[in-house]
């Protein structure tokens, strides 16, 4: 049970790490310096999020390692995001394309971990589902503000939507520990949010005046940490002084 | 309106200020007034939103999550006080877009201290206990600046301010008291970035022009050699208790004046970073000219979809 | 044509307080997007408990008694901020 607990809030923690770390690269070079301000915002809130659940997960190993050990000091297939947070920032339409088909996930997800079994996971969700609704509305007003702005910002969210579509579907996917917390009443049965996810992500593209991509072939992997290529070189960054100056105190 | 009149209106225009009022936006001015300060405000302004990308360059490779997250407030309370800033500056009658031409086509300059390249973490601590330190010492005397606006978007500043300060100090010093590598960077950046600090609080009296004017309009309180003194004295005990050593070998406690003498300061090095030659001028300026440019589609497409909801409300009104 | 966002004031009622104060100025491009950018910006430390937004654009200002009201007729649009606000008493400047 302990390890699929700390396998859980890892793959939970997982996606805000790295989508957090994503928003932290785009500091000072935002369209606006209000969306600089409002993107570093969600990236603090996201990584507020990481440290909770970090040392929830630390406490649980019961053994010397601290949040930053699980943070940085993970070899690349031990981590368990999707590989949706790990899309680079192409272009402002991509960040929010990125954003907006993972904050409606998490909204919803967050809502259900609040009726979970385990006090700090409920206690957590409880927390941050607000943030997280500021993220949303956040994301899904600027997907109706490029969707439905000039023909030049509606075609480049187009584009954003249809290469980042393909990763939507890995979001309801479960590993072997998912489903045992699940079963334990701890996790949240995320194959349940599926349908109420794309509907509501319809209502908003076609709001949007966007057109829902008609693929049906999606990418899975990240959370058993089969990741993309772009997750080797985000990890180098976030993990490069920890391991160039190993157990040091910062 | 004569000569005279405008005389007048000056001798009352300095009294307010001697008497300690504020001047508002819509108060008269002398236009010599309104364009230095358009010009100190603006400047100030670019200062902190350039001052982001060389802390922003280590966010991504803080060494833990907490400092990541201090890392990432810091940058972005620079983003807030750049708006405060660029607001303050608008009520002068020029708007944001002006401004940013002007620092793009390098009209309008920035602080030359952010030319610098952050090489390492410590460079991070070197930043908000020398930079933020020097700057805090400009600004707190601008909270009681004769210009409104100006003396609020101070104060809100230095509230926020006294947190970055103390960041990079005890970055420094977690890092002076740490292992024989991390007590090396820190010590490395010290002495990148001691000069470099000195010169931000501006060239020698001698050959700063405009101080008598800001004095009387209470843009200065103090001439820079005065400010460049107070920090050296305030600094040199604070790298001594952490075990520090300035990179000045002719630094040294002075008992009759009270304070410490140091060596010849670099004033080419200066003049030719603010003229452009500094290490990271063009790449700040294209990375400010790209973030504005690649936005621009951003931004037009946020008004034209203002504009339809608009035109949809007033419609649906109809 | 280049569309520069237009500027809105900004008023923040927090917690303990009474009434809205001017908090300052940004520009963003509809109201949705001003309250937005007001929250991320001006309420990041404090918890604002209302925050209002008005385009500049559409704030009447009156003039101040003095020697300015020469050159300017009574009743003007306002095309730099209106400022309402007061120092607070318990300022510490650093």
């Known amino acids: 049970m302990k390890n699929n607990l700390y396998s859980y809030i890892l793959g939970i923690a997982d996606n805000s790490l790295i989508l957090g770390q994503r928003l932290g690269q785009l500091c000072g070079h935002g369209p606006s310096l209000e969306t600089d301000?409002?993107?570093?915002?969600?990236?603090?809130?996201?990584?507020?999020?990481?440290?909770?659940?970090?040392?929830?997960?630390?406490?649980?190993a019961g053994d010397q390692r601290t949040e930053d050990d699980i943070a940085m000091l993970r070899m690349e297939r031990d981590y368990k995001n999707v590989l949706l947070v790990e899309q680079p920032n192409t272009n402002f339409a991509f960040t929010i394309g990125r954003q907006f088909l993972f904050d409606v996930y998490h909204q919803a997800f967050l809502t259900e971990l609040q009726n979970s079994n385990d006090f700090t996971l409920s206690t957590i969700a409880k927390k941050c589902v607000k943030e997280v609704s500021y993220h949303l509305r956040f994301s899904s007003d600027w997907v109706k503000r490029l969707g439905n702005g000039t023909s030049v910002s509606n075609k480049k969210m187009q584009e954003a939507i249809d290469d980042l579509w393909?990763?939507?579907?890995?979001?309801?996917?479960?590993t072997k520990a998912d489903k045992e917390m699940v079963f334990e009443g701890v996790g949240v049965d995320v194959t349940n949010l599926k349908s109420n996810y794309y509907s509501r992500i319809n209502d908003i593209l076609l709001e949007a005046t966007l057109e829902i991509p008609e693929s049906q072939w999606f990418q899975t992997g990240g959370k058993e940490g089969i990741h993309s290529e772009h997750l080797g070189y985000l990890l180098s960054d976030l993990q490069y002084m920890q391991r160039t100056y190993p157990n040091m105190e910062w | 309106m004569s000569e005279e009149q405008i005389k007048n209106l000056e001798v009352q225009f300095n009294a307010r200020i001697e008497r300690d009022e504020k001047i508002e936006p819509k108060d008269w001015m002398p236009e010599k007034y309104r364009k230095t300060h358009i010009r100190q405000m603006s400047q100030h302004a670019h200062s902190e939103i350039v001052g982001m990308l060389p802390e922003g360059n280590w966010i991504s490779r803080a060494p833990s999550l907490r400092r990541k997250v201090a890392l990432l407030a810091k940058v972005q309370d620079e983003a807030g006080h750049g708006l405060y800033l660029y607001s303050a500056t608008e009520t002068l009658g020029i708007s944001r877009e002006e401004m940013y031409e002007q620092l793009h086509t390098g009209k309008a300059k920035y602080s030359s201290i952010f030319n610098y390249p952050t090489l390492t973490w410590a460079d991070m601590g070197a930043i908000g206990w020398l930079v933020d330190g020097a700057a805090i010492i400009n600004q707190v005397p601008l909270c009681n600046t004769s210009y409104g606006p100006y003396a609020r978007a101070m104060i809100r500043v230095c509230k926020e301010e006294s947190f970055h300060q103390r960041q990079g100090f005890e970055i420094m010093m977690k890092l002076a008291k740490g292992t024989s590598e991390q007590k090396d960077l820190a010590q490395d950046a010290l002495n990148r970035w001691w000069w470099p600090s000195l010169m931000m609080l501006g060239p020698k009296d001698e050959e700063s022009v405009h101080t008598e004017q800001s004095m009387k309009w209470k843009l200065k309180r103090k001439s820079n050699d005065d400010l460049r003194q107070q920090f050296i004295d305030q600094t040199v005990p604070q790298a001594d208790l952490i075990g520090l050593t300035i990179p000045d070998p002719e630094l040294k406690w002075n008992k009759e004046r009270g304070s410490y003498d140091f060596g010849p300061i670099n004033w080419d090095e200066f003049w030719q970073v603010v003229k452009g030659h500094g290490p990271c001028n063009k790449e700040r300026m294209k990375a400010r000219v790209g973030a504005w440019k690649e936005g621009e589609w951003v931004r037009d497409a946020a008004m034209a979809y203002a504009e339809k909801q608009a035109t949809k409300n007033l419609n649906k009104a109809v | 044509m280049k569309k520069n966002w237009p500027l809105w004031e900004v008023f923040v009622r927090?917690?303990?307080?009474?009434?809205?104060?001017?908090?300052?100025?940004?520009?963003?491009?509809?109201?949705?997007?001003?309250?937005?950018?007001?929250?991320?910006?001006?309420?990041?430390?404090?918890?604002g408990v209302?925050?209002?937004?008005?385009?500049?654009?559409?704030?009447?200002?009156?003039?101040?008694?003095?020697?300015?009201?020469?050159?300017?007729?009574a009743q003007d649009k306002v095309y730099r901020h209106p400022t309402f606000y007061d120092l607070p008493d318990d300022i510490k400047h650093m």
Not at chain 1, 44 to 52: A, K
Not at chain 1, 166 to 174: A, K, P
């Open chain 3, 14 to 47: 927090s917690k303990n307080g009474l009434e809205h104060r001017h908090f300052g100025s940004l520009h963003a491009a509809d109201a949705e997007m001003a309250l937005e950018n007001a929250r991320d910006v001006y309420t990041r430390r404090n918890e």
């Open chain 1, 166 to 174: 393909t990763y939507t579907d890995e979001l309801f996917y479960q």
């Open chain 1, 37 to 60: 301000i409002a993107c570093t915002n969600i990236s603090l809130d996201l990584f507020g999020q990481v440290r909770s659940y970090f040392q929830y997960a630390a406490k649980i």
């Open chain 3, 50 to 73: 209302s925050i209002w937004v008005v385009e500049s654009k559409n704030i009447a200002a009156s003039n101040p008694l003095n020697n300015g009201e020469l050159f300017e007729p």
